[in-house]
Every structure is written in C-alpha cells, then in structure tokens.
Antibody, heavy 118, light 107 residues
Framework: EVQLVESGGGLVQPGRSLKLSCAASGFTFSNYYMAWVRQAPKKGLEWVATISTSGSRTYYPDSVKGRFTISRDNAKSSLYLQMNSLKSEDTATYYC???????????WGQGVMVTVSS | DIQLTQSPSTLPASLGERVTISCRASQSISNSLNWYQQKPDGTVKRLIYSTSTLESGVPSRFSGSGSGTDYSLSISSLESEDFAMYYCLQYATYPWTFGGGTKLELK
C-alpha cells in the first residue's frame, strides 16, 4: 500500500525557514516523480513544486520560486521541501503527492500544517 | 499561465441525482486534465486522470469527458459519500493549475 507521511510543520515567524519532510513507503520511491501541493485555510489547492526521479529537474510556480527548494533522498525514500523567507501567505496545509500512471498527484499524504505568523 | 474556471462553485443536489461539474481552460490543454475529490477532513483522492480514465477503485458512477478547453466531471447517481469538494487540475503546461473548486452539497 502506498503511504506518504508528511512531517515538520508548525508555527514559524515571517522571514524564517522551515523544512518539511515526506516519508514514502509501499512503492519504489526512486521510480516516481514527486511533488508538493498546498492549501491555504478556506482556499483551493495550489501546486508548489515537482521533482524528477533523480532529482536533477525541479519545477516551481512563480509564487515560491527562489524561496522554496524541493529535494529528495532516494536511499531514504524521502521527499523534502525547504522553505525560506516565509511569508504569511505561505500559511497552508502542505501535501506530498506522487505521480501515478504518468499523471500528477495520483497519491496524496494526509498533509501537514504550516503557520507563518509573528 | 493557464487559468481553469470551474462551475458551479456550489452545487446543491439530492441523493440519486445526476450532476455535472464543468472546468474550462483559458487555452487548449490537450486532455491533460485530472479530477480530485477532497473530503472535509482534508483527504484528497484522484478520481479521474487524462480527462476520462477512471482511477482504480473509484465507482463507475463517476465519469469524465472533454477536449480542447472544455472538460466535465459527471456523477450519475449521487450517494452520500459523494458530497465533498471537487477540483480539476491541468498539467499540460507549467505552472500546473487547479480550478477554484466545486462544493457538492446536500440539497
């Protein structure tokens, strides 16, 4: 069974950094593109980042480009999201997601909450 | 960026009713469209990928169709567990974008 378990969320001050982790199990992690998706309170879903199987290619929307970095450790079956220069608008639940049948976000984690506030 | 306009934003419906949710893209997305269901506890599940392929384990009352810029999700006969939020996603071009969501609620 595919499992994705996020961790590392919490309360952080504006301008500070936070690193999220996603532990994957139930599949060969190194074979799949992975991604992060977020949802601000009472808002819709927003794609945040995608990483290729080897980690050599990464993709971001303008809203986080230059501040967020997605990475992976295939030996540990883990996905990461380093978030720097955090803003109040980054407050959201962050989901880890896996590609499936060549299409994005086929499997989702349960999400982890990040609150950016002073 | 490609904008996805979902309609309606809220859809009151009854058990057993057939409903359709629309997703219109600002430019052609060549069938690169998925549908997701989100329950009140935050759990997200993919229902349909590549416009019309039903995810394994998803009931056959769900179906997807469309082409070019116009896509839709239909539920043939609503059951209680179907009342949730629904989102479309385009992955034809970066940045990938979601529609604004449709809340399917019990009338």
């Amino acid at each position: 069974e595919v499992q994705l378990v996020e961790s590392g969320g919490g309360l952080v001050q504006p301008g500070r950094s936070l690193k999220l982790s996603c532990a994957a199990s139930g599949f060969t992690f190194s074979n799949y593109y992975m991604a992060w998706v977020r949802q601000a309170p009472k808002k819709g879903l927003e794609w945040v980042a995608t990483i290729s199987t080897s980690g050599s290619r990464t993709y971001y929307p303008d809203s986080v480009k230059g501040r967020f970095t997605i990475s992976r450790d295939n030996a540990k079956s883990s996905l990461y999201l380093q978030m720097n220069s955090l803003k109040s608008e980054d407050t959201a639940t962050y989901y880890c997601a896996r590609r499936h049948y060549g299409s994005p976000f086929g499997y989702w984690g349960q999400g982890v909450m990040v609150t950016v506030s002073s | 960026d490609i904008q996805l306009t979902q309609s309606p934003s809220t859809l009151p419906a009854s058990l057993g009713e057939r409903v359709t949710i629309s997703c219109r893209a600002s430019q052609s997305i060549s069938n690169s469209l998925n549908w997701y269901q989100q329950k009140p506890d935050g759990t997200v599940k993919r229902l349909i990928y590549s416009t019309s392929t039903l995810e394994s384990g998803v009931p056959s009352r769900f179906s997807g169709s469309g082409s070019g810029t116009d896509y839709s999700l239909s539920i043939s006969s609503l059951e209680s567990e179907d009342f949730a939020m629904y989102y479309c996603l385009q992955y034809a071009t970066y940045p990938w974008t979601f529609g604004g969501g449709t809340k399917l609620e019990l009338k």
